[in-house]
């Protein structure tokens, strides 16, 4: 598998970064997958570290789109191995399903999959619990993707009620386990809806044993696995998901994910120490989208950015929502930025803003009469920020054939310094369409 494009393989993805990390800037979709699979070529394992089965990456490969959802996007080549680390969430019956359509496409990967044995499972109680806690919540709802995420992890952390992977593939070990656990997630269950679900222990034992079975062979300690491989001279590729403003720590809590999707999880959730990681790029899309609740200061609520969401197809990947769609937030994409430490930006979806006669990129907030370039921690300041623009002309013409920055038109090239400018990291790549070619390199300054 090749990208097809020699200077990404030479100066995008030097062979001589071994630790390479992807992460996103915003509130996730910032189309990492695609800079995942133009990285892969160049690594040995690709690992997701956090999240579940609520992330969505879209890639296309051999004329095919595939949709991943908890697997790694490295899972399309054959070469890699793919790993999904402590820090994940899985849950093993959407595991078999994403695997299965991947056979059934053609990519026969199974035995290039590897599951940490310390990472959480998603059980059935945790789709039911975050429905009812989403619905109790009316009008202030987190608008989760009610993939049982946000409820998994609440149980890891408070220990009593966790399952990990290494019970799981120890039958007698996870049916006491479920055994264990479904009298108390009853009561919790019918004191949130006394009209719901009913939790069946035998049915649930039953079901994931067999996951469990097929699992087992990709099971390992992976944070040993990893640290070998580091050791033995392997190159690494961490695929963050979600982005940084999702970050359950940094993030605009508590309209965040449940984990830590900045680059600071990338660590705790891999194993992997921070010093091995040798190369940060932050994925940011030409302007900001959000999926869910929450303040988004430079959302356009209006024929604009409507424009935007048919333009760009902004639909969720996983759950088919539309997103909500603004101008590019500088504020917010540079504190991402900051955060993850990244070296340099990736602009993804450059292409989306073609034809308008005028772009925006927020360069500040107003906050309660003070004019700030810092990201607020309250939300509350978030939802009152007002946003001060820079207003930059646009272009008409269809840039999605462009390889080279220097033949994209005056405006759109002002566009990409202005973002570097404006989020103070160099921009490094500039993506204007899905496929692997509509990627411009930016010249070495
Ligand atoms: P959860 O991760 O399902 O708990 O959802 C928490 C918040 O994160 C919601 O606003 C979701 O829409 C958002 N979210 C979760 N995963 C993604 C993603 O992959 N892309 C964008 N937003 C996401």
């Not at 093993?92 to 056979?103: C, G, H, N, T």
């Not at 975050?130 to 049982?148: L, V």
């Amino acid at each position: 598998m090749t990208c097809g494009f020699p200077s990404v393989q030479s100066s995008f993805a030097s062979g001589t970064v071994p630790a390479t990390s992807v992460i996103g800037l915003q509130w996730g979709d910032e189309a990492k997958g695609k800079v995942v699979d133009l990285l892969t070529e160049h690594h040995d394992i690709v690992i997701r570290y956090q999240g579940g089965n609520n992330a969505g990456h879209t890639v296309r490969f051999d004329g095919r789109t595939y949709k991943l959802s908890l697997l790694p996007t490295g899972i399309l080549n054959a070469r890699v191995k793919s790993v999904l680390a402590p820090g994940v969430v899985v849950n093993p019956l959407v595991l078999f399903q994403e695997l299965d359509r991947m056979i059934s496409g053609g990519q026969d990967c199974e035995d290039r999959l590897l599951v940490s044995d310390r990472a959480h499972v998603i059980c059935p109680w945790h789709m039911l619990e975050e429905a009812a806690f989403e619905k109790s919540r009316g009008g202030e709802a987190i608008g989760t993707t009610m993939r049982g995420i946000g409820t998994c992890y609440r149980d890891k952390v408070g220990r009593f009620h966790a399952i990990r992977i290494a019970d799981l593939v120890q039958r007698d070990v996870f049916a006491a386990r479920v055994r264990e656990i479904v009298p108390v997630k009853q009561k919790l269950l019918d004191a949130l809806d006394p009209e719901g679900t009913r939790l069946n222990a035998d049915q649930i034992i039953d079901e994931y044993s067999v996951a469990a079975d097929r699992l087992r062979p990709m099971v390992a300690d992976t944070t040993a696995w990893l640290l070998d491989a580091l050791d033995r001279g392997k190159r690494l590729l961490f695929e963050g998901a979600q982005g940084s403003l999702l970050d359950i720590d940094h993030g605009t809590f508590p309209y965040v994910t449940s984990s830590s999707s900045s680059g600071c999880g990338l660590h705790s959730g891999s194993g992997v120490p921070a010093r091995a990681i040798e190369k940060m790029i932050g994925v940011a899309k030409a302007y900001t989208t959000r999926v869910g609740g929450g303040p988004f200061p430079t959302e356009l609520p209006d024929a604009t950015g409507e424009r935007i969401r048919r333009a760009g197809n902004e639909y969720g990947t996983v759950t088919g929502r539309p997103r909500r769609c603004g101008w590019l937030d500088a504020v917010a994409t540079r504190y991402g930025a900051r955060l993850s430490g990244v070296d340099s930006i990736v602009v993804s979806l450059l292409d989306v803003l073609s034809g308008f006669d005028e772009l925006q990129i927020c360069e500040a907030y107003e906050i309660n009469g003070t004019t700030t370039r810092d990201f607020p921690s309250r939300c509350q300041d978030l939802a009152a920020a007002r946003p001060s623009f820079v207003r930059l002309p646009g272009w008409t013409e269809d840039i999605t054939g462009i390889t080279q920055f220097h033949d994209l038109p005056e405006a759109a090239q002002n566009y990409v310094r202005t973002v570097a400018r404006l989020t103070g990291r160099p921009v490094e790549l500039v993506s204007v369409g899905p496929d692997r070619g509509q990627t411009i390199v930016m010249p070495e300054r």
